[in-house]
């Protein structure tokens, strides 16, 4: 069976800090791979998708990044931390296909201070 | 594109009382629907999908939710609600044979008081 790994659970870092947070994948090949960023009592805003390594496409221009160096593993990074980068961040992935759900991991509460 | 409002955004209930979340979308073209839940402090969990055939779909939990095409709804029921169904409720869309983006509603927060 497929399971979705994100870590670390929760983060606390100071403004102008780096950041990287970290999502695998294992049991399924080639997945879109989705990271999501939820704010205090509100829905969901995409921030990057990605169909293939190497390939990302960006939602919301900001000062984060992401990167997909493998097949199952994809990375949410930012050089300098803002205070409005706080949130909870959920990574995503799913097979191709637009009848495919999305598979959610348990997701990164980031408080930046 | 489509677009997907969750009518309440919140919607309390005392427990064992039925409940109703709503959902409506709107799309040029044909879709399929999702309803996903989210526990405090959890990622979203598949709770059902809609995807052809009977437009009646059933969760293993005790959630149905029917589509609707003349209407573009999707709203999910429950005849009998408990503490532990306390969560928010979000449903999206996919459009068929396009994007690979899902389009997902702001989110119900279901509170169920004993």
Redesign the interface.
């Known amino acids: 069976s497929q399971t979705i790994h994100?870590w670390p659970a929760t983060l606390v870092q100071p403004v102008g800090s780096p950041l990287s947070l970290e999502c695998t994948v294992e049991g399924t090949s080639n997945p879109?791979l989705y990271w999501y960023r939820q704010a205090a009592g509100?829905?969901?805003q995409?921030l990057f998708?990605s169909?293939g390594i190497g390939q990302i496409s960006s939602?919301v221009p900001q000062n984060l990044s992401a990167s997909r160096p493998q097949d199952r593993q994809f990375i949410l990074s930012s050089k300098k931390l803002l205070l409005s980068d706080s949130g909870?961040y959920?990574c995503?992935w799913?097979a191709?296909g637009?009848?495919a759900?999305?598979?959610?991991?348990?997701?990164t509460?980031l408080t930046v201070t | 594109a489509q677009s997907v409002t969750q009518l309440d955004s919140q919607v309390p209930v005392f427990e064992e009382a039925p409940v109703e979340l709503r959902c409506n979308y709107s799309s040029s073209v044909s879709v399929?629907l999702?309803w996903?839940v989210q526990y405090p402090?959890?990622?979203?969990?598949?709770l059902l999908?809609y995807?052809s055939g009977s437009t009646l779909v059933e969760s293993i939990n005790g959630f149905e939710a029917e589509f609707n095409k003349s209407q573009t709804s999707f709203h999910l029921r429950k005849p009998s609600v408990h503490i532990s169904d306390t969560a928010e409720y979000?449903c999206?869309v996919?459009?068929?044979?396009?994007?690979?983006?899902?389009t997902?509603?702001?989110?119900t927060s279901l509170i169920v008081h004993p």
Do not use: C, D, M, W
């Not at chain 1, 759900?101 to 997701?107: E, I, K, Q, S, V």
């Not at chain 2, 997902?104 to 989110?107: Q, V």
């Open positions: 994100q879109n509100r829905g969901l995409l998708y169909v939602e909870f959920l995503a799913s191709t637009g009848y759900p999305l598979h959610f991991g348990n997701g509460r | 399929y999702f996903y402090n959890q990622g979203l969990q598949l999908k995807l979000f999206a996919r459009i068929t044979g396009g994007s690979y983006i899902p997902f509603g702001r989110g």
